[in-house]
């Protein structure tokens, strides 16, 4: 008997220790999804997109750079976000193709836009670059004036929201268009909100268009009853503005207001031209007024003609 349990014993050992094995591991920490997401953060991968349009502009994270295999001649588009009192430098190295399949020299452009499309001016970097035919790397850049809290609406001051990257050839031989370039883009910023100029005003909203392609209005709606408040990472876009109202708004819209327009257009031309009709015509049957026309004389009687002389008359 005592032989027999002892036999059994490690035997026991062994399923106890296959039964608590899985809870040891369940019950080991785990990496907190925050530290991942962290880590991730600290270090993002490169895209490998371009946009051909505003419309469809690939968009970069903050601290994220493109690497973009493109075709000489093609537009790229990139967007990315600033704020308020940054200072954004965007820096574009291109290498070309061999120079053995190359015609000429190339020129290469990068440009930026803000939020409304337009067309910012830099202060700083080779914006236009032209490499010789031996060339194998061109290298363009663009630093951005200071982006300011607010501005005048009829200035082109640089303001906080979505900014984009064209970068183009502009000078190339025929021949050299679709050869094959590696595009690598890098946007960096300095500064801050405590640097933004001017003091005393602030943005409503950042210029940041509502685009969103590839899906259509209803799709894009939120949901009945859904919370409509956007993510803290998502740029936000400015709502419209409501329409001012007036005391002479309602007698411009409705569906029968070009009827009761044009009953009244037509009255007031029938009035004036039955009054220009009495004071342009000339007076008919009337007698001008004034002293009454004295009456006339009666013609003096005339004596009787002489009788013809007849000399056979005694």
């Not at 997109?49 to 505003?54: E, H, I, K, P």
Request: with cysteine; proline share 11%.
């Amino acid at each position: 008997m005592r032989t027999s349990i002892r036999a059994a014993l490690p035997a026991l050992v062994l399923g106890l220790t296959a039964l608590t094995a899985p809870a040891a591991v369940a019950a080991s920490p785990s990496p907190s999804p925050s530290a991942s997401a962290s880590g991730g953060s600290a270090a993002k991968a490169p895209l490998n997109s371009a946009g051909t349009s505003f419309l469809t502009a690939t968009t970069l994270a903050p601290g994220q750079d493109a690497s973009v295999a493109a075709s000489t001649g093609d537009y790229l588009y990139w967007a990315f976000a600033a704020s308020e009192g940054q200072t954004d430098t965007v820096r574009v190295d291109v290498e070309l193709p061999p120079s053995a399949d190359r015609h000429g020299a190339q020129t290469w452009t990068v440009e930026l836009f803000d939020g409304l499309r337009r067309r910012q001016s830099c202060t700083a970097g080779p914006q236009n670059a032209t490499a010789e035919q031996s060339a194998a790397t061109v290298t363009v850049a663009c630093t951005l004036r200071q982006i300011r809290s607010w501005a005048e609406p009829w200035s082109g001051d640089p303001l906080p929201g979505t900014y984009y990257v064209r970068l183009s050839v502009g000078d190339v031989p025929q021949a050299d268009l679709g050869l094959a370039a590696q595009v690598k883009l890098h946007v960096g910023a300095k500064g801050g909100a405590d640097d933004a100029q001017p003091e005393g005003g602030s943005l409503k909203a950042p210029l940041v268009p509502p685009v969103n392609p590839g899906s259509t209005a209803a799709a894009s709606a939120p949901a009945a009853g859904a919370s409509a408040a956007p993510s803290a990472g998502a740029p936000h876009a400015a709502a419209p503005a409501e329409p001012e109202s007036h005391w002479y708004s309602d007698l411009f819209s409705g569906w029968n207001t070009r009827w009761w327009w044009t009953i009244a257009g037509g009255a007031l031309a029938a009035l004036a031209g039955v009054a220009g009709y009495r004071l342009t015509r000339h007076p008919r049957g009337h007698r001008p007024t004034g002293a009454p026309v004295p009456r006339q004389a009666a013609p003096a009687p005339q004596p009787p003609a002489p009788a013809p002389y007849d000399p056979y008359r005694n």
